[in-house]
């Protein structure tokens, strides 16, 4: 299969490069496949042209998996335009072109397509009601991706993710825990984490099961992070824990740490369908987080 990725240069684009120029590290056989990485230099999602020209100029693809997006919470206040066009305007072209191309389209989404105001886990069915300008244009993109794709997509909400690569929670963390003797961090903010490279072998394993390639499955959404349940606060006293930093946490409440975008307050998401259907392993996210800061101290 020649599979396109966009994203290249992000957190998840350079995670499932990582796992596929390295098979031995996943338990399935990628090699009969062909994958292409591209970045905003050869595809640029602002640009409605910019799509168009690089699909125009190259071969078909059997899957597309679209991890590039317009990631600057806070700053999506601001560039709503930018945000739009990122994540939804170019989602819906992108169906568009996975349709015509009878490509398979896998699309990553957000946990902040919800309002975090539930009390049980979410589950793919439940209602979404999004806070902030980023969360409302992704769902934005899920919406005209599943009404021109009704058929041979998927959408996967994640969250919290991190990875040895860009910028990202732990890294500021580990980095804030070296400079200072005492950190205030929130605490009535709760979600599952996601390290970056267990969402890719994730993605790769799907793209491997015989029922996914099935022609004309339908299009549906799936949650995947970590195990768990954390808060920011106990996410950030495990990263110091692992890297032996020695720097006190404190925690504060959301409203003690205004930001431009709201956040949703508990966005714990259920992720029994995909282990059901993909016969998923989900690890705990203490582990995967030892892995990550493991890897960075190399
Ligand atoms: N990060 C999180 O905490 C989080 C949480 C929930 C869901 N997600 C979703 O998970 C997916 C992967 O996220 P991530 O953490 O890997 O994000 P990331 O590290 O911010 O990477 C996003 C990538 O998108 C690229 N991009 C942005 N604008 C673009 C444009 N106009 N044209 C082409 N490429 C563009 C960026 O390119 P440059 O490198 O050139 O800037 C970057 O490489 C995204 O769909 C995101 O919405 C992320």
């Given at each position: 299969m020649r599979i396109l990725v966009t994203g290249k240069n992000g957190q998840l684009g350079r995670s499932i490069h990582k796992l596929v120029n390295t098979d031995s590290k996943i338990d399935n056989n990628q090699s009969s496949n062909e994958f292409i990485f591209v970045g905003r230099e050869e595809l640029d999602l602002s640009n409605e042209s910019s799509i168009s020209h690089y699909f125009d100029s190259n071969d078909r693809f059997d899957v597309i998996i679209n991890c590039a997006a317009y990631t600057a919470v806070d700053k999506a206040e601001e560039e709503q335009e930018l945000a739009n066009q990122v994540n939804h305007l170019a989602v819906k072209q992108l169906a568009g072109i996975a349709k015509e191309q009878k490509a398979k389209l896998i699309h990553i989404s957000t946990d902040y397509v919800f309002d975090g105001t539930g009390s049980k886990p979410y589950k793919e069915t439940d209602k979404t009601n999004p806070i902030n300008v980023y969360g409302k244009t992704k769902l934005a993109g899920e919406k005209a991706l599943q009404e021109i794709m009704p058929t041979n997509a998927m959408i996967i909400r994640t969250s919290w993710v991190y990875s040895e690569y860009g910028n990202n929670f732990v890294k500021t963390m580990l980095r804030l825990g070296k400079e200072r003797d005492e950190i205030n961090v929130v605490s009535d903010q709760i979600g599952s984490?996601?390290?970056?490279?267990?969402?890719?072998?994730?993605?790769?394993?799907?793209?491997?099961?015989?029922?996914?390639?099935?022609?004309?499955?339908?299009?549906?959404?799936?949650?995947?992070?970590?195990?768990?349940?954390?808060?920011?606060?106990?996410?950030?006293?495990?990263?110091?824990?692992?890297?032996?930093?020695?720097?006190?946490?404190?925690?504060?409440?959301?409203?003690?740490?205004?930001?431009?975008?709201?956040?949703?307050?508990?966005?714990?998401?259920?992720?029994?369908?995909?282990?059901?259907?993909?016969?998923?392993?989900?690890?705990?996210?203490?582990?995967s987080l030892e892995t990550c800061i493991t890897i960075l101290k190399e």
């Open positions: 984490p996601t390290y970056a490279t267990d969402l890719a072998k994730a993605i790769l394993k799907i793209i491997d099961n015989r029922d996914y390639q099935d022609k004309d499955r339908a299009t549906e959404i799936y949650h995947h992070s970590n195990k768990g349940e954390i808060s920011w606060y106990d996410f950030t006293k495990e990263i110091f824990k692992l890297a032996k930093i020695d720097c006190k946490v404190s925690p504060i409440t959301t409203e003690q740490y205004p930001t431009p975008a709201k956040r949703p307050r508990n966005t714990l998401m259920s992720k029994d369908k995909i282990i059901e259907e993909f016969s998923l392993e989900i690890l705990d996210w203490k582990k």
